[in-house]
């Protein structure tokens, strides 16, 4: 690969979905886009830069995929004993041989569909919770600012933003102020919140539905 492909597909990942990929991160973008090269019958990653400069848009997103990381599990005992109470576990959680999964009436519950943060989140409503968790790690700091702001805006004024324990809103945005004593916990900084418009939303997805999250 050139390093013209490279900045091309840095440019492209930065675009779509927020990655920011360092001048020596190469041997990643190698290691996971050869495999997706042979899949669609390309011989080079030279021939794959040519096929997404064509406007590609299905080998666009599984590009996109292919340098994301996206996680979503079964929980092991270990997780679910951390602060879960056997009453709760048993309730609402179902043993699948050595892990445990989300109650079958509970997921049902739970829409998933696809949303790109850095795009802006149409119609998708106002909620009391959003997890956004491991998420923000992968961007620079002005698309991080930005996503938290649309996030504030669609957030009640009683709600919580549940992030990952490496991420922060300090320095980023006023728009949230830490809850005392709960890493990882946000709520809405009321004095500081701008109207949501008619064009900005956000979904809450539940934390093992989004990727990075559990």
Same mark, same amino acid.
């Given at each position: 690969?050139?390093?013209?492909?490279?900045?091309?597909?840095? %440019?492209? #990942?930065? *675009?779509?979905?927020? #990655?920011?990929?360092? $001048?020596? %991160?190469?041997?990643?973008?190698?290691?996971?886009?050869?495999?997706? !090269?042979?899949?669609?019958?390309? !011989?080079?990653?030279?021939?794959? +830069?040519?096929?997404? %400069?064509?406007?590609?848009?299905?080998?666009?997103?599984?590009?996109?995929?292919?340098?994301?990381?996206?996680?979503?599990?079964?929980?092991?005992?270990?997780? +679910?004993?951390?602060?879960?109470?056997?009453?709760?576990?048993?309730?609402?959680?179902?043993? =699948?041989?050595?892990?445990?999964? =989300?109650?079958? *009436?509970?997921?049902?519950?739970?829409? @998933?569909?696809?949303?790109?943060?850095? /795009? *802006?989140?149409?119609?998708?409503?106002?909620? *009391? +919770?959003?997890?956004?968790?491991?998420?923000? =790690?992968?961007?620079?700091?002005?698309?991080?600012?930005?996503?938290?702001?649309? =996030?504030?805006?669609?957030?009640?004024?009683?709600?919580?933003?549940?992030?990952? /324990?490496?991420?922060? +809103?300090?320095? #980023?945005?006023?728009?949230?102020?830490?809850?005392?004593?709960?890493?990882? #916990?946000?709520?809405?900084?009321?004095? %500081?919140?701008?109207? $949501?418009?008619?064009?900005?939303?956000? /979904?809450?997805?539940?934390? @093992? $539905?989004? $990727?990075? !999250?559990?």
């Amino acid at each position: 690969m050139t390093p013209l492909d490279y900045d091309y597909l840095r %440019k492209l #990942l930065k *675009d779509r979905s927020g #990655l920011m990929l360092s $001048a020596e %991160k190469q041997y990643l973008v190698e290691s996971r886009l050869s495999p997706l !090269a042979r899949k669609a019958g390309l !011989a080079s990653l030279g021939e794959l +830069v040519a096929k997404l %400069k064509s406007n590609d848009e299905r080998l666009i997103v599984d590009v996109v995929e292919a340098m994301t990381t996206n996680e979503s599990f079964l929980y092991s005992q270990f997780e +679910v004993q951390r602060g879960l109470p056997i009453q709760m576990l048993v309730k609402y959680f179902a043993q =699948i041989g050595d892990t445990w999964q =989300i109650a079958p *009436d509970i997921r049902a519950m739970a829409q @998933f569909r696809p949303l790109n943060l850095l /795009a *802006d989140f149409v119609g998708l409503g106002r909620f *009391d +919770v959003i997890f956004c968790r491991n998420v923000l =790690i992968y961007f620079d700091q002005e698309t991080k600012t930005g996503v938290l702001n649309r =996030i504030g805006r669609q957030l009640e004024p009683d709600g919580y933003l549940v992030l990952g /324990a490496a991420e922060t +809103v300090v320095g #980023l945005t006023d728009a949230f102020k830490p809850v005392a004593d709960k890493r990882g #916990l946000y709520a809405p900084n009321k004095d %500081k919140l701008k109207p $949501a418009s008619a064009v900005t939303s956000f /979904a809450a997805v539940r934390p @093992f $539905a989004v $990727a990075g !999250a559990r």
